[in-house]
């Protein structure tokens, strides 16, 4: 090896310090809307927001919020057996809250590197 690759490998933080400062977080937080079913969804994109403080951030924040009290209301003005537009409206409300709110703090978390030139 070059002696600029032995610094970098030897400068390279243990691998278990990297999952438990930077995956396991972010694994966790994404979790979370699937766990609640959705009526956590706006949590990950908020602690996103106040982290980065990013206006497209504080947006995604405002959408699963949206998302989530939309598919509240849906749940409280639908009757029980629903067909057609109205089970196609509920579901896609209910996977919007979950996976999208999964998905979007998954990709939109900071990477190693920016939370690295933060500290």
């Not at 919007?96 to 690295?116: F, I, K």
């Amino acid at each position: 090896m070059k002696p600029a690759e032995d610094a970098a490998v030897a400068a390279a933080p243990p691998i278990s310090r990297v999952l438990t400062s930077h995956v396991l977080p972010r694994v966790l937080l994404a979790a979370l809307p699937v766990a609640s079913l959705g009526l956590l969804s706006p949590v990950p994109s908020l602690v996103i927001a106040v982290r980065r403080g990013a206006r497209a951030d504080w947006l995604a924040f405002a959408a699963f919020t949206a998302v989530t009290m939309a598919w509240i209301l849906q749940i409280a003005f639908t009757p029980e057996e629903t067909h057609g537009f109205q089970f196609a409206a509920d579901l896609l409300l209910l996977l919007l809250a979950t996976a999208g709110a999964a998905v979007h703090c998954l990709l939109a978390w900071p990477s190693a590197e920016t939370a690295r030139s933060a500290e």
